[in-house]
C-alpha cells in the first residue's frame, strides 16, 4: 500500500493526472457553486413568500441555509469529488498504465463514457443512502466521544475501496467475474479504502485524494493480479 502510495504521488506531476486533477475540481466546485447558489435563492423566495419577511430576514435565513449548506458540503464532498473523478478515472487508470504496467495497458478495453458516468453516479448516491441509514447510528455514538467518527471511517472506507477498485476491475475483467473478485480482495480493497478515507481528513491533500486513490488503485490491482 505503501508503495502504491508513493509510485502515485510521484506521478502527480505528469500532464495527464493534472489534466484529470484540474478538470475534477472545476467540475466539483461548479457543482457546489450551483447547490449553494440553488439553496441561498431558494431560501430567500421561501421567506419572502411564506413568512412575508422583510429582506434582512431574508438575507438572513438565506446565509443561515448556507453555513448550513456548507457543513453538508464538507460531507458530501467524498461522494461528489469521488463520483466525478469516477467520470475522468480512464484517465487517470491510462496514465498510471502506460508508465508502469504497458502490457496490461495494451490489452484493456476502454470505458463508453456513459458507463463512466452511471458508475460514477452510482457511487455517490450509494454514499449519500448508506450514510444517511448509518446516521442514527452515528448519533447514538456522539456519547462515546470516538465512535460516530470510527463507525463513519469504517463505512466509508468500505464504501470507497470498493468504488476505486471498480474503477480498474472494469478495464480488465468480464462482467461476470467481478462479483468473484470483489470477494477474493475485500481485504485489500477496505485497506485501499482506507488509505483513501483517511487522505480525506486532511487538509488540501483531500483536493488530490480522488486523483491519488484511483492512482493506487490501479497499482494495487495489477500487483495482485499480475500473470
Known sequence: ?????????RQLGDKRILTVFLKS???????????????WFGTDALV??????????????????LLIGLLGGWLLFRAIAVAVIGVFADEVVHAV??????????????????RSLAMGMRSAVRALLVNLVLVPLYI????????????????????LGRDLGDMVAVRHLPDDDLARWRGVTRL???????????????????FVAPVLGAAMATHLFHRRTAP
Not at 498504465?97 to 490489452?107: C, D, G, I, M, V
Not at 456522539?142 to 472506507?157: D, E, H, M, Y
Not at 485497506?191 to 491533500?205: E, K, S
Request: no cysteine; net charge neutral; charged share 10%.
Open 1 to 9: 500500500m505503501l508503495d502504491a502510495f508513493l509510485l502515485s504521488v
Open 188 to 206: 485489500s480493497r477496505f485497506t485501499l479504502g482506507a488509505a483513501g478515507t483517511a487522505l480525506f481528513f486532511v487538509p488540501f491533500v483531500n
Open 97 to 114: 498504465e502506460a508508465k508502469h504496467y504497458p502490457a496490461r495497458f495494451a490489452a484493456a478495453r476502454d470505458l463508453s463514457f456513459a
Open 140 to 159: 447514538v455514538l456522539l456519547v462515546t466521544g470516538v465512535g460516530t467518527a470510527l463507525a463513519f471511517f469504517l463505512v466509508n472506507s468500505w464504501l
Open 48 to 65: 419572502r413568500h411564506y413568512f412575508e419577511g422583510s429582506e434582512t430576514t431574508a438575507a438572513a435565513a438565506s446565509a443561515v441555509a
Open 25 to 39: 475540481m472545476l467540475l466539483t466546485l461548479a457543482i457546489f457553486a450551483a447547490l449553494g447558489s440553488a439553496l
